[in-house]
């Protein structure tokens, strides 16, 4: 299994700018994850995905940060418009049972707004 | 609100030395999962071990253990032999019961290696 994988690993925006990242988890994880990282706030769990519905989004910044999995095997993040304190590590989390087993994780997309 | 903290921001351990990593967290939930990540400067995040709150027995995972305190809110996680590959941010985590989902991660130990 080649784990979960993110793309694209760096990007760089000019703010305003529309940002998309991607993700395709392992096959078989019914739940999806995306994470922000800052040295400021940690980890955050922005949205949650099970059977490729959305269950909890209480963690997605405001309007500008959008989520879809229209299928079991990919999962993109969009912010529009994209602002410098959107600058972070974010990754993508796959898991069996809701994450009683714990996240298998991809390697992340550090995301610069300049 | 469920909380996890991690009170020391930085550990140093010699190769092969054992050191011990802390985690508290707090809860008024009975059954509850906690986790232990590796995230080494490649900063891709690694699951290291697990425990379920009604197994009493410790996890150990080869040369991890951890050392669950249930009544005190206390999940340490102990590396025997001490590598320079362990050396990373080690993140403690809180998994709530379903249905209400949350998944807490502490603020991370910083964990360095001395050859």
């Known amino acids: 299994d080649a784990g979960v994988i993110q793309s694209p690993r760096h990007e760089v925006t000019e703010m305003g700018q529309e940002v998309t990242l991607r993700c395709k988890p392992i096959s078989g994880h019914n739940s999806l994850f995306w994470y922000r990282q800052t040295m400021m706030r940690g980890l955050e769990l922005l949205i949650y995905?099970?059977?490729?519905?959305?269950?909890?989004d209480s963690g997605m910044p405001e309007d500008r940060f959008s989520a879809k999995m229209p299928n079991a095997s990919f999962s993109t993040l969009k912010i529009q418009p994209s602002e410098p304190r959107d600058s972070a590590v974010y990754f993508c989390?796959?898991?069996?049972?809701?994450?009683?087993?714990?996240?298998?994780f991809g390697s992340g997309t550090r995301l610069t707004v300049v | 609100a469920q909380t996890v903290t991690q009170s020391q921001p930085e550990m140093s351990v010699q190769e092969a030395e054992t050191v011990t990593l802390s985690c508290t967290y707090d809860t008024s939930e009975s059954d509850y999962y906690l986790f232990w990540y590796k995230q080494p400067p490649s900063r891709q995040m690694i699951l290291v071990i697990r425990q379920e709150a009604y197994k009493q027995q410790n996890a150990t995972e080869n040369r991890f253990s951890v050392n669950f305190q249930k009544a005190a809110k206390s999940f340490s996680l102990k590396i025997s032999d001490s590598q320079l590959g362990d050396a990373a941010m080690y993140f403690c985590a809180y998994r709530s019961p379903l249905p209400a989902y949350k998944y807490i991660f502490g603020t991370g130990t910083r964990l360095k290696v001395l050859a």
């Open positions: 989390a796959s898991s069996r049972d809701s994450g009683s087993y714990g996240y298998t």
């Open positions: 995905f099970n059977n490729n519905v959305p269950i909890d």
